[in-house]
């Protein structure tokens, strides 16, 4: 079985210092991994995925496979980055997607 | 372009009552569908998906059913409420080819008394 922790529920940042979002996995495949992000009053949405190797809105992603991590790390915070954000997680090729319990991230002015 | 759409937005029933919650997808067609609870503090717990009409997985034991009557429809249901029943219900919907993006709709807020 799948699982996903982020072991923060809540964590707030001064605007323009780095941030890092953790989330660990368990899973003996292969596996894809995601961030997802829930901004106020709007839909859930995907925000990266780690097989992309891409940046959105300044935010990167590194899946280590030693330490079965895909913390999420943006190096200079924004007000507008506040929002509630999940890391997920699927097996390779499968349509399950198993989601963290989510982590609240306040930028603070 | 795609849209997905979930009703009623807000809901509360009575212990005991039975319960319908819809989700239908436009434009697209062959469609993952799924049905979430978000829970404070549990995050996003998979109720239902299913990949085509009448095929349905269940992920947990509990008192709801899912259908899919049609391609882009998808629907939640209990015959009797329970209290632990009450939460927020999130449809989404996931292209064929599952790129493991998944598309969200408004969600409903159930809450059962």
Same mark, same amino acid.
């Given at each position: ?59 990167t992603a590194d899946l280590n496979k030693g330490e079965t991590s895909f913390h999420l790390k943006k190096p200079f915070a924004q007000e507008e980055d ?28 | ?6 009703? &009623?937005?807000?809901?509360?029933? &009575?212990?005991?009552? &039975? ?32 990949? *085509? ?7 947990? &034991? ?42 969200? *709709?408004? *969600? ?6």
């Amino acid at each position: 079985a799948q699982r996903v922790t982020q072991p923060e529920k809540l964590l707030s940042v001064f605007k323009g210092a780095p941030v890092e979002l953790k989330c660990n996995y368990s899973y003996s495949g292969s596996p894809e991994l995601f961030w997802y992000v829930q901004y106020s009053r709007q839909r859930l949405q995907l925000l990266l995925r780690h097989i992309s190797r891409e940046s959105i809105k300044g935010f990167t992603a590194d899946l280590n496979k030693g330490e079965t991590s895909f913390h999420l790390k943006k190096p200079f915070a924004q007000e507008e980055d506040s929002a509630m954000y999940y890391c997920a997680l699927s097996p390779f090729g499968n349509e399950k997607l198993t989601f963290g319990t989510g982590t609240r991230l306040t930028i603070i002015p | 372009s795609q849209t997905i759409h979930q009703w &009623p937005a807000t809901l509360v029933q &009575p212990v005991g009552s &039975p319960l319908s919650l819809e989700c239908t997808v436009e434009g697209t067609s062959n469609p993952n569908l799924y049905w979430y609870r978000q829970a404070a503090g549990r995050g996003l717990q998979l109720l239902f998906y299913s990949v *085509g009409i009448g095929q349905i997985s269940s992920e947990v &034991p509990q008192n709801l059913s899912a259908s899919r009557p049609q391609d882009r429809q998808f629907i939640l249901s209990s015959k009797k409420l329970l209290l632990s029943d009450s939460g927020f219900y999130l449809c989404a919907w996931s292209k064929r080819e599952n790129t493991g993006e998944l598309f969200f *709709g408004e *969600g409903s807020r159930l809450t059962v008394l």
